[in-house]
């Protein structure tokens, strides 16, 4: 069973950089894909960014291409995400996950997550 933590939220100026970290226990954590959601109140929980197994294949949502990076660490057994010019529809909850099987087609359903994590509030500012 993998556990999952996150921390790095906060509270930055549109335009400003911020890296959230994941860090994950359970033997079996290196063989997990893992990826982020986030969620606004009232909505629903959606797809930001996966990485698979190796780090190799990445999936990203249209609104982050391009601004947003995931990165993982299996000798920290943590995984990352680094937000580049953030904008102010990007304040949110935003969710580690993990599951043992890699997303397929261009996004990760929610239904498919196995594990999640308790979530780490990223407000940008105009």
């Known amino acids: 069973q993998v556990q999952l933590v996150e921390s790095g939220g906060g509270l930055v100026q549109a335009g400003d950089s911020l890296r959230l970290s994941c860090a994950a226990s359970?033997?079996?954590?290196?063989?997990?894909?893992m990826g982020w959601f986030r969620q606004a109140s009232g909505k629903e929980r959606e797809f930001v960014v996966a990485?698979?197994?190796?780090?190799?294949?990445?999936w990203y949502a249209d609104s982050v291409k391009g601004r947003f990076t995931i990165s993982r660490d299996n000798a920290k057994n943590t995984v990352y995400l680094q937000m580049n010019s953030l904008k102010t529809k990007d304040t949110d909850v935003y969710y580690c996950?993990?599951?043992?099987?890699?997303?397929?087609?261009?996004?990760?359903?929610?239904?498919?997550?196995?594990?999640w994590g308790q979530g780490a509030q990223v407000t940008v500012s105009s």
């Open positions: 996950a993990a599951d043992i099987t890699s997303p397929t087609g261009s996004t990760w359903n929610l239904t498919d997550i196995g594990t």
């Open positions: 359970g033997r079996t954590w290196s063989t997990y894909a």
């Open positions: 990485t698979g197994w190796g780090g190799g294949k990445k």
